[in-house]
């Protein structure tokens, strides 16, 4: 049996709370001597969790207009990435776009969300075409450089791995690169505190709403769930923060609401009301079905990218074929609670469990060490 290799943890920036900051914390509680390595660390915008961790930030880090808003970065990113290195024997990178550029001397375990949306996706992240905003002509101006410097990054690592078949796919087309699908966990835990929203007593009354945990990006289609609800007997709990937020408040029908910055207790109470989630956008993985599965909760959804991979038609959800507010509406009104058995739903979340990605994660970064697997 080897000596224990020395393992860190690489993950793009830490300003957000989103199933890309959970897989973090999952590998973090794999492995809890890990320092995490990061381009930008917000402890007030992400997971309290990370508080007891060590984190290594890069020197954007001090200028607090990044750490509020990541994309004001996206100019020094690059660069920024290349001043980090990390001393460690093997360097479990969690990455969508920048730290699979870290330095390291030590072997790279790529565990790949999506090769960067904003270059490979560029509609679909914008919600449009790229020319009809500042923030699009400026994405244009940067993509060559950005496209170079990506491509060098990606083949730096020696093992890749995808969160998704749909993700799979798209790193052989973007970087040549073959990689197995190593699906995420999801972290519910359904015995702990449940605690209610202030102001949504009433509105969440059990098994009385749908709801939609989502970060605000035009991608998500958020909007299009909301409108999909205006003039209908049912209600939505949005809970999400991002960009759009002011956007989606003012246009909200009387009968949806959104939540922000909700702790873990406030989000089991929401989750354990709810008849069901709302899953339309264009996820690489897409956390939620999952999280809803484990309190026993379908799911209506897009029938695309990750979620072809976590639900089950007619077991564990149903699939929309567009993200529009009609197709929404139409599955909403068609749905009906008995028709589901929360038991199955149960059953399969568990195949999702972290103890399972826990186990394969150890197994396979001790392998590339050459050690034993510790668990």
Known sequence: MGQKPVVAIAHDYLTQRGGAERVVLAMHRAFPEATIYTTLYDPDGTYPEFRDAEIVTSPLNRIAAFRRDHRLALPVLAPASQSLRIPADIVVTSTSGWAHGFRTDGVVYAYCHSPARWLYLTEQYLGGSSARSAKGLSLAALRPFLKWWDQRAAARPETYVANSTVVRERILAVYGREAEVFHPPHSVDTEGPRDSIPGLEDFLSPGGHFLT????????????????????????????????????RAAMPPNVRLASHLTDAQMRWAYSTAAAVIAPSYEDFGITPLEGAAWGKPTIALRAGGYLDTIIEGETGVFIEAPTATAIREAVRGFTVGDWDARTIRQHAETFSEERFRDRLRDEVYALAGTAPRR
Do not use: W
């Not at 003039?231 to 809970?239: K, M, P, Q």
């Open 213 to 248: 945990v989502s970060r605000l990006l035009p991608y998500k289609n958020v909007d299009q769930a909301m409108e999909a609800f205006r003039g209908l007997d049912e209600r939505l709990l949005v809970i999400g923060a991002g960009p759009m937020a002011a956007d989606l």
